[in-house]
């Protein structure tokens, strides 16, 4: 199965919002990637519930919602409301994760969950099967256009193992500094959905290297 692109809006012109998204409706983008950050579990403050009522009606493309907060529960019934297709909460922030899981799947969700960069694989050992999405974060969240960690390739592979060990099916989510240059590799190690923003953005040509990067 080819590599799936989330597509960032972080990075998107925030002036012209709505043909960013045109833009991505009509390019090989399979999702909608939209990181939800509150200024306490991250140090930045991004999307809200507006941004993503104003999104639901112009996107073609399923909202992959990565939820950079604390306390997360208090705040998924709302998300699925408002249009979000796919939601993956961080496990920092989670202290009664499989709960938070059972609540996103009983909506009819996607269910991910996130890890930051110092976040040992082991500690999905116990949930991995109930997930439809890992997210291995690999740069430390909060901003867009940082430099990749390499030590991702590592935990890619980790995750893959315990995939195959647990007999799961989640899917390997790749998110962070994610470009031309390693998305090749980031495949070839295991990742099957990519998150890109600012490589896709600052590029000439955005639906031509939402194209490169489905298209290795």
Known sequence: MPVQISTSVLSANFCNLQKEIEMINESASDWIHIDVMDGVFVPNISFGFPIIKAI?????????????????ARYIDQFVDFGADIISVHIEACPHLHRNIQQIRARGVKAGVALNPHTSISQLDNIIGDLDIVCLMSVNPGFGG????????????ELKQLIKQ????????????VNIENSKKLIATGAQILVAGNCIFSSENPKKTIDKLKNQ
């Open 146 to 157: 940082q430099q990749f960690i390499q030590n991702s390739y590592n935990k890619i592979l």
């Open 166 to 177: 647990k007999n799961s099916s989640a899917k390997i989510q790749i998110d962070g500094g």
């Open 56 to 72: 639901k009606p112009i996107t073609k493309k399923p909202l992959d919602v990565h939820l950079m907060i604390f306390e997360p």
